[in-house]
């Protein structure tokens, strides 16, 4: 089964930037969905952003739309998340995930659609 491991976290300033890297132990298929979720102190996990397989669509949440920015590199098997402009409010553990081609839009909103997921990497945004 292939192993996601998350790296880049970090502590930072609000208005700050980082770089999220997920490294798969497995080549990325073209037709994978990979994405990234993340769950904040006392609250549930939620999505961040999706990638398609062949990165022709990506998805984000309301909350990092035009500060966020997923892209997959299949052949270093690599996915990543640019946070930029980032605020109190992203501090959370990150968390990636890979699933399969979905059908539907909403689909790759549904953290139970990824049956894999990496141990996560903490960001910490102080005001």
């Known amino acids: 089964q292939t192993q996601l491991l998350e790296s880049g976290g970090g502590l930072v300033q609000a208005g700050g930037s980082l770089r999220l890297s997920c490294a798969a132990s497995e080549r990325l298929s073209s037709s994978g969905t990979m994405a990234w979720f993340r769950r904040a102190p006392g609250k549930d996990r939620e999505f961040v952003s999706a990638i398609s397989g062949s990165a022709s669509d990506t998805f984000y949440a309301d909350s990092v739309k035009g500060r966020f920015a997923i892209s997959r590199d299949n052949a270093k098997s690599i996915v990543y998340l640019q946070l930029n402009s980032l605020k109190p409010d992203d501090t959370a553990v990150y968390y990636c995930?890979?699933?399969?081609?979905?059908?539907?839009?909403?689909?790759?909103?549904?953290?139970?659609?990824?049956?894999?997921w990496g141990q996560g990497t903490q960001v910490t945004v102080s005001s």
């Open positions: 995930a890979a699933g399969r081609r979905f059908a539907s839009r909403r689909a790759y909103y549904s953290s139970g659609n990824y049956p894999t």
